[in-house]
């Protein structure tokens, strides 16, 4: 009996192999100060249009009348216009976002929009008191069949979100111009 059952949780395991989505946008969404209309924008960033009333139900709680699931390629779409926003949209037709997404995949599209270098997110995960090492992260952006290759859990992801909160909503950590310091 106990066989089963641990097989079974290991099958849940692999289902959800990371955060809930709908809590990584409502984190994005506040650490951004994005209001609807910005949300809304991100998506359009994508070639994907969205309406209101489905970032309102997206960033409802679990449980909450009206509250709708952030699928996957949901998520990635909103990740893609993130990137365009944030670093320029690329000329021509814009990536396709993925249908399954990992933890990996969620902070490599947040490394690549913020323009952050590894030791920018070693510093971003310090300021939630969470201390990684240069190749643990790396370990994080390498293909799953690399040897080296480790899953991202879901306490990094966690951890990176509340110290990129930390860094963009301390109004006196901010240097004018600059979310990030010089690396002169």
Same mark, same amino acid.
Do not use: W
């Given at each position: 009996?106990?066989?089963?059952?641990?097989? $079974?949780?290991?099958?849940?395991?692999?289902?959800?192999?990371?955060?809930?989505?709908? $809590?990584?946008? =409502?984190?994005?969404?506040?650490?951004l100060d994005f209001d609807d209309a910005q949300m809304i924008e991100t998506f359009a960033m994508a070639d994907v249009e969205v309406r209101r009333?489905?970032?309102?139900?997206w960033l409802?709680?679990?449980?909450?009348?009206?509250?709708?699931?952030?699928?996957d390629k949901m998520l990635a779409t909103f990740l893609n216009g993130l990137i365009s926003m944030k670093r320029g949209k690329k000329r021509g037709v814009?990536?396709?976002? &993925?249908?399954?997404?990992?933890?990996n995949l969620i902070l490599k599209k947040l490394k690549i929009a913020f323009n952050l270098?590894?030791?920018?997110?070693? +510093?971003?995960? +310090?300021?939630?008191?969470? &201390?990684?090492s240069a190749p643990e992260l790396s370990s994080f952006f390498r293909k799953p069949e690399? =040897?080296?290759?480790? +899953?991202?859990?879901?306490?990094?992801?966690?951890?990176?979100?509340?110290?990129?909160?930390?860094k963009l909503r301390n109004k006196e950590q901010k240097q004018p111009g600059s979310i990030w310091p010089s690396r002169d």
């Open positions: 009996m106990d066989y089963f059952i641990h097989i $079974d949780l290991q099958r849940l395991g692999t289902q959800t192999n990371h955060m809930i989505n709908n $809590d990584i946008l =409502r984190r994005i969404r506040y650490i009333g489905h970032i309102v139900s409802l709680k679990e449980g909450e009348h009206s509250y709708q699931e952030c699928n814009q990536p396709k976002p &993925e249908n399954s997404l990992t933890n270098q590894s030791e920018d997110v070693i +510093a971003i995960l +310090a300021l939630s008191g969470f &201390e990684i690399h =040897r080296n290759y480790r +899953a991202c859990k879901d306490q990094v992801l966690r951890n990176f979100l509340m110290g990129l909160q930390i």
